[in-house]
């Protein structure tokens, strides 16, 4: 199948760190991807890691990726109330032609509370 | 441009009318994907286009659902005879080459009545 899974709902205290669970299905995605998507905006590409990499750091976030269990993970370190948002896990998949398809995961709600 | 952008924001049409989005994409992006944000749905994969061909037509929902594109820069979604059912945010993405990461439009919120 292609269901990409996440959490609804995440709450956390601002200054505290999040992580946003995920797990895909596509054992030959190359690539995997973090978008957060704030209230009436379209899809912001937050980072991505490349599927031969187990770890990515990008200044408060961090990328986990254990393919063996298909699970990704992102990690926002030092959270604010900026970073209240929907993250959008997505796998990338071959299409004809050579295009790529992105299946993305119902969403994860982060909600920082101060 | 600096981004992806779409026309219109927002888009209420009565049942059984046609309409046309448009996305316009990051200049030079050779890429160009259609996505439709719906409660319930989440986002779903509608139709890509390289330069303009759009060699996966497998995601349009059905036959009232057509896109082209254009000097392989902007293209069109056209739902004919909407349904409620088609009410949904629809999502423009382009992307440098095939394979590439892809950026997003901030969508047309459509709105059949």
């Known amino acids: 199948g292609e269901d990409v899974e996440q959490s609804l709902f995440l709450s956390v205290r601002e200054g505290d760190s999040s992580v946003i669970n995920c797990t895909y299905t596509d054992s030959s995605s190359t690539y995997l991807y973090w978008y957060k998507q704030e209230p009436g905006a379209g899809l912001q590409l937050l980072t991505y890691i490349f599927s031969n990499m187990d770890m990515k750091q990008d200044q408060r976030l961090t990328v986990l990726l254990n393919k063996k269990d298909k699970h990704l993970s992102l990690r926002i370190a030092d959270t604010q109330t900026g970073d209240s948002a929907i993250y959008f896990c997505?796998?990338?998949?071959?299409?004809?032609?050579?295009?790529?398809?992105?299946?993305f995961g119902t969403g994860t709600q982060l909600k920082v509370e101060l | 441009g600096a981004g992806v952008s779409q026309s219109p924001s927002n888009k209420v049409t009565e049942k059984g009318k046609d309409v046309e989005l448009r996305c316009d994409p990051i200049s030079g992006h050779t890429a160009l994907y259609w996505y439709r944000q719906s409660l319930g749905q989440g986002l779903e994969f509608l139709i890509y286009?390289?330069?303009?061909?759009?060699?996966?037509k497998s995601g349009l929902p059905s036959d009232r659902f057509s896109a082209e594109r254009t000097g392989g820069s902007v293209s069109t979604l056209t739902i004919q005879r909407t349904q409620q059912e088609d009410s949904a945010v629809y999502l423009c993405a382009s992307s440098l080459a095939l394979g590439e990461k892809l950026f997003f439009g901030s969508g047309t919120q459509l709105s059949v009545l």
């Open positions: 286009f390289q330069g303009n061909s759009a060699p996966d």
């Open positions: 997505a796998e990338s998949m071959s299409l004809t032609g050579g295009g790529n398809k992105l299946t």
